[in-house]
């Protein structure tokens, strides 16, 4: 079945915006299960302790709520800068304003951080999803006029963007119970989809990506999405490898991040 009945046409700046997003992060998920990680979280200091102690860094919550402030300010942006553009933009400003707000939420109330980020990888995510949430609004906005795809998506993305975020937001609350007040040891997660695979929430995080793809129709929307996804799965599987490094009694059947598949 053709793109076209399913994707507006895109401009050549929405085409080559969609190949450098989804390369880039398709080759960083590479470099994930190659073993050079993003410094954050259980794998800052991994690789070359002197390299790492050598970096700036910061402390891990100022650090993710300054990686997610730029993408909400954009979404809530473009409800000024493209005001009264039809149903389907509103409901991509919408979805990209509420899935930032989210993260800036878990960032302050909800996650329980151990450690830090150094700033180098800090500036890598923030200016990703700066400038994914950014082109995303430009392709929408260049869209504007043209005829509606013949197959209509915005339904099942809005379902597929509302169960990413209620999936995500539930696995990471899972995960903020894991330690006790003062607590920085990692443990095995319990619970939900826990028992299936390690990163449940970076499937959810993947699901919402979707809902935007879904929601948009757009060629980056899609690229977008396809991209995260690659990265995420790299990133689940250098994290599954972490703990069957770390924990002897680590479940063998406990896969990545899509259950009973990867």
Known sequence: MSLVKFLFPPTMFVAATSLVSCTSLAM????????KNLQYSKFFGVGSQTATESKVKISSRPAMVMVYT????????????FPDEGLRFLLLKSAISIHFFKRIFE???VHKYSGEMAVDTMIVVLLSYFTSSVF?????????GLPEPPIDLK???ILLFLMGLCGN???????????????????????????FVICPHYMFEALGFWGF????????????????????????????RWYLSKFDDFPKNVKAMIPFIF
């Open 107 to 109: 960032s302050i109330f």
């Open 70 to 81: 730029p993408a909400f300010l954009a979404g809530v942006s473009s409800f000024v800068i």
């Open 155 to 157: 339904s099942p993305g």
């Open 213 to 240: 793809a879904f929601i948009s129709q757009s060629l980056y929307s899609f690229s977008f999405a396809l991209g995260t996804t690659l990265l995420l799965m790299g990133r689940s599987y250098a994290t599954r």
């Open 28 to 35: 960083t998920g590479i470099s994930e299960i190659r073993g």
């Open 169 to 195: 937001f539930y696995h990471h609350y899972l995960l903020s119970k894991l330690r006790g007040k003062g607590e920085k040891q990692y443990k095995i997660p319990k619970g939900g989809l826990f028992d």
């Open 136 to 144: 995303m609004v430009i392709a929408q906005h260049q869209a504007m």
